[in-house]
């Protein structure tokens, strides 16, 4: 039997050994790097901000940091990059949007199309319910087209145009996307200013347009914030290999789908609108399923 002083020994030659393999399995400068620092300024929509005040260096710093050190989330989200900004990004332009206001959906859902928050909003754009029937969305049980990527960029393209006739600002826009335009008009009445960059607000509206600004850098230079993804390996759209428009009832898609030549799993994956294993489309509507 080993006694104590053999163990401590031999668990210290393992430490050592682990180590040293430690030091073949990672090449220098293959681990996190430092976070970038805080630029001079930042154009996001047209206009330029600085950070030449102290309060906005450190709050620009901090989300600065939080890319860099949110491993998981961070490479998702440059994974999942162009696949989402390919089908986003000319709808965007076709409303007369900022294309800088794309980085909102990397602060909403992490680029993820299915996402639902704990609140119950869904989507890229995360819309809630009510918020997204108001804005011509469909919501039921079987049909949900917030996770719609199209419609529902379209859906927050109205949101933020109008936004923006009110208030013509878009970083104004961005934190009453994620305040509500009530919240944000009443703080700019009650403090005298015209602009959200000037308003005490709530720590998570006043770090959301920090992060949006931090995303902008993030997306266009991840390498400064230690990121080396092979572009092979990002996920790229596939645009489906047919469109369907059905009319009537479809009792079973998992039928459906087979009938078309693929599974009721891709069926829902490439149309994650789909909410549930049937589509009795009771008001006879016209719906545009994509087959994979």
């Known amino acids: 039997m080993l006694s104590k002083k053999s163990l401590y020994l031999l668990a210290a030659a393992v430490l ?3 180590s ?27 206009t ?25 989330l961070s490479t998702l989200m440059l994974k999942r990059a162009e696949r989402i900004f390919s089908q986003v990004v000319p709808i965007l332009k076709k409303n007369g949007v900022p294309e800088d206001l794309k980085y909102l959906m990397a602060i909403e859902s992490n680029l993820n199309p299915t996402a639902i928050s704990p609140a119950g909003a869904g989507g890229l754009w995360q819309f809630m ?23 529902a960029t379209e859906a927050a393209c109205k949101y933020l145009k109008l936004s923006y006739a009110k208030y013509s600002d878009w970083m104004t826009v961005a934190a009453s996307y994620n305040a509500g335009q009530g919240g944000i008009s009443g703080r700019i009445e009650a403090q005298g ?21 931090a995303a902008k850098l993030f997306f266009e230079h991840p390498e400064n914030f230690g990121y080396r993804i092979d572009p092979a390996d990002c996920y790229k759209y596939k645009a489906p290999k047919k ?8 009792p079973n898609l998992a039928e459906f ?7 009721y799993f891709l069926l829902r994956q490439a149309n994650p609108w789909l909410r549930s294993e049937a589509l009795t489309n009771k008001n ?9």
């Open 193 to 213: 200013q015209d602009l959200a960059m000037d308003l005490l607000l709530p720590e998570e509206t006043s770090r959301y347009m920090f992060r949006i600004l």
């Open 16 to 18: 050592l050994a682990a």
């Open 20 to 46: 040293a393999q430690a030091q073949i399995l990672y090449e220098p400068g293959a681990t996190q790097g430092q976070p970038p620092k805080v630029p001079e300024s930042i154009t996001f929509a047209g």
């Open 243 to 250: 469109a369907i428009e059905v009319k009537e009832p479809i």
């Open 129 to 151: 319910k009510a918020t997204g029937r108001g804005y011509g969305l469909e919501v039921n049980d079987e049909v949900d087209e917030r996770f719609h990527i199209v419609k």
């Open 48 to 72: 330029t901000y600085r950070f030449d005040r102290p309060d906005l260096y450190e709050r620009m710093d901090r989300e600065l940091i939080a890319f860099t050190y949110s491993h998981t």
């Open 284 to 292: 006879g509507k016209t719906y545009k399923i994509d087959i994979p």
């Open 257 to 263: 789908a087979k009938n078309n030549g693929t599974s």
